[in-house]
């Protein structure tokens, strides 16, 4: 159902059948009643693990439910026995149900098909659009679904009016924050002071007014960028908050574009910019608070306000919120590149990432390197991993350990790979197997790590040198390098 151009975003279902509802209720209290003995618990169990005969047994009590579909639910919910009194839902695994085999779909319910209009949170969808794709008199999804080409242009620019509503809200959001934080930095910078909340809300306004942004809403995004309750109103997303024509803007392109994959193409193209210049106004709105908050207690030194701010911004703002390029694509708009440069994410293989300010150039070489290697082998990690478990046996705990190097060319090359192995769950018999399998495959076994019995490390040598960072020839080599050939006879490689 998530198909350009008809896709599917939302489904609204709601309730005809009131003796359908009861026998719902029936069969929650009755799992409920179960959780009260052991015999109970047992039962709920086979529910869970869809048992064929307490199906069956289900059935004749409520020939109404299909349970068979609502099992595996219950079960994905109610892994913990004590829990299940919590995590039933029947309304929850309704909507499971309904959007199984699908991506992108959200589920809400309703009294009835009338009422859409009258819950909160649907008065702030992106869309507009709703049409009937099922009932028990209509039952043809497929058929339902069906648009002619003119319908399908309507309907998309529609949907089109509402997306530049919002990217021209994100976008003057964006233009009132970042403009009035390069004013802040240069009073920091230039100036030496850190200018009050009365100052900044001024320069708001002025910077606000330039963007041509409405007046009710400019005061929200004063109360909204300074970081206290606005008197102004929040804007839902189908509303003008600047004096930008989008009528004629939509005009236009009924006008030139006739093509409805060309329009899908371009709302896809404008659903992008909501999200990058959503991600833009949670970071600079961060960083300003940053640049405007002054302690008491511990006050920052005014030449270092700026680097240390940005760098607490950076740290603070999750990737969810804004991922690095966004990051470095605010800090840029900011005119702070420099301070950009000396700063650099570096990744760990486990797939932790922090960042880190540089205090020299031979530190920034450092970091930057250390990141490139971090990158590196968190992509090749799990992949190690996986092919390492199947030369080994199934119960063996397998951690990865690198060696690596940045090239003159600066890129990161794989010296060796190691394996840290605990055997404690294996008999002898499978031990001597899998030292003879590492032994097999030309691993070195460290002997100082065979003084615990149950522990053992071995290592590799990989050169990846000659491969120049492309990522298929190095997996291919590390397969190659870590798949047991049944015919291969062992190749005991002398410890260095």
Request: net charge positive; aromatic share 8%.
């Amino acid at each position: 159902m998530k198909k350009e151009p008809k896709d599917v975003d939302l489904l609204m279902f709601y309730r005809t059948d009131p003796e359908y509802d009861k026998e719902v209720k029936r069969f929650k209290y009755y799992i409920f009643g179960l959780l009260k003995t052991d015999d109970g618990l047992t039962i709920l169990e086979h529910i869970a693990s869809n048992h064929k005969v307490t199906l069956a047994m289900l059935k004749d009590m409520f020939p109404r439910l299909r349970v068979d579909l609502w099992a595996k639910y219950i079960k994905a919910t109610g892994l913990m026995k004590r829990y299940y009194s919590y995590t039933f839902d029947p309304m929850d695994i309704s909507k499971k149900v309904l959007r199984e085999g699908m991506r992108g779909i959200q589920i809400s319910e309703l009294l009835h098909i009338d009422d859409k209009y009258k819950y909160g949170h649907l008065l702030h969808l992106h869309t507009k659009t709703f049409k009937l794709i099922w009932a028990e008199d209509n039952p043809e999804v497929d058929k339902n679904l069906l648009q002619t080409p003119e319908e399908q242009v309507a309907i998309i620019l529609e949907e089109m009016e509402n997306f530049m509503l919002q990217v021209e809200q994100q976008k003057s959001y964006y233009y009132v924050l970042s403009n009035v934080s390069k004013w802040v930095i240069e009073k920091i910078r230039v100036h030496n002071i850190v200018p009050d909340e009365e100052q900044v809300a001024k320069q708001f306004k002025i910077v606000g007014n330039e963007r041509g942004i409405l007046e009710p809403y400019l005061k929200w995004i004063i109360g909204w960028g300074l970081l206290y309750d606005s008197s102004g109103d929040k804007p839902r997303y189908n509303e003008k908050v600047s004096n930008l024509d989008i009528e004629s803007e939509i005009a236009k392109i009924e006008v030139s574009v006739k093509d409805v994959s060309a329009l899908g193409v371009l709302c896809e193209s404008l659903r992008g910019e909501i999200k990058e210049y959503q991600s833009r106004c949670a970071f600079a709105k961060r960083l300003l608070s940053h640049l405007l908050f002054k302690d008491p207690y511990n006050p920052l030194p005014i030449e270092k306000r700026v680097v240390r701010c940005v760098l607490w911004t950076l740290r603070k703002i999750p990737m969810y919120e804004a991922k690095d390029d966004v990051k470095r694509r605010v800090l840029t708009d900011l005119g702070l590149d420099e301070i950009s440069r000396n700063i650099v994410l570096v990744v760990s293989k486990r797939g932790g990432a922090t960042y880190r300010l540089a205090d020299s150039d031979e530190d920034l070489q450092e970091l930057t390197d250390r990141s490139k290697k971090g990158k590196m082998e968190k992509e090749y990690e799990k992949y190690i991993r996986a092919c390492a478990r199947k030369a080994f046996p199934k119960d063996t705990r397998i951690r990865t350990f690198f060696t690596s190097s940045v090239g003159e060319n600066g890129v990161p090359i794989l010296d060796k790979v190691g394996l840290d192995v605990l055997s404690r769950d294996l008999d002898v018999a499978d031990i001597d197997k899998l030292l003879h399998t590492a032994k097999k495959l030309g691993f070195r076994i460290k002997p100082e790590s065979r003084i615990d019995p149950d522990h053992f490390t071995a290592e590799i040598d990989i050169d990846t040198s000659k491969l120049n960072g492309d990522k298929k020839l190095i997996k291919k080599l590390l397969e190659s390098k870590l798949t047991l050939s049944p015919d291969a006879p062992p190749t005991l490689v002398a410890p260095a």
